[in-house]
């Protein structure tokens, strides 16, 4: 079983990805830090790797909407993620590409790509990779306008894919 030690203290380009499919696949050049997060493990029939750690409010940067400034309160606390690395070689970019589109209902939530989840007390939270920025956000699309993503409660959780796995290692201070 990979657990999340294994993913985050394993390098990036670990695993021999041919970028070139995935990117043809897209229509556009793949940000250096999914391929890290691509090329790191794969999960096998694992379909997931599980944490459960602690997040404390100011691990997260304030969301841009005012309207939803003390949405930060809810991810916050103990809580458990999912992170959704490739399962196999075969065919990978398939799954790169299917990271980038089916979350998104067909509606354009630019180059984002679903690397994970969060389950909060207000439900599931996405964890996104944004291929322009580099920068890894949270997106709860049950609760807004899910066709219009700026509509929806969402924020920055790292500044990239480094700080992410770092935010996700920490624990409690006192447990």
């Not at 556009?28 to 493990?41: A, C, D, I, N, Q």
């Not at 989840?117 to 997106?139: H, M, Q, Y």
Request: glycine share 10%; net charge negative.
């Amino acid at each position: 079983m990979i657990t999340f030690e294994d993913f985050a203290n394993t390098a990036g380009g670990t695993l021999h990805i041919n970028w070139e499919l995935a990117e043809t696949a897209l229509g556009f050049t793949l940000h250096e830090g999914l391929k890290s997060f691509y090329s790191r493990v794969l999960c096998g029939q694992q379909q997931n790797i599980e944490g459960r750690y602690f997040l404390e409010e100011s691990h997260f940067a304030p969301p841009p909407n005012a309207e939803y400034s003390t949405w930060t309160e809810l991810l916050a606390g103990e809580l458990y993620f999912y992170l959704y690395p490739l399962q196999t070689l075969d065919n990978c970019e398939n799954a790169i590409l299917s990271a980038f589109t089916e979350w998104t209902g067909g509606y354009d939530m630019g180059r984002r790509a679903r690397i994970g989840s969060i389950d909060a007390s207000v439900g599931e939270i996405l964890l996104l990779f944004n291929n322009d920025t580099g920068e890894i956000e949270w997106n709860d699309p049950g609760y807004g306008h899910f066709e219009v993503y700026e509509e929806n409660p969402y924020g920055i959780f790292a500044e990239d894919i480094e700080h992410f796995l770092a935010k996700l290692s920490q624990r409690r201070q006192n447990a």
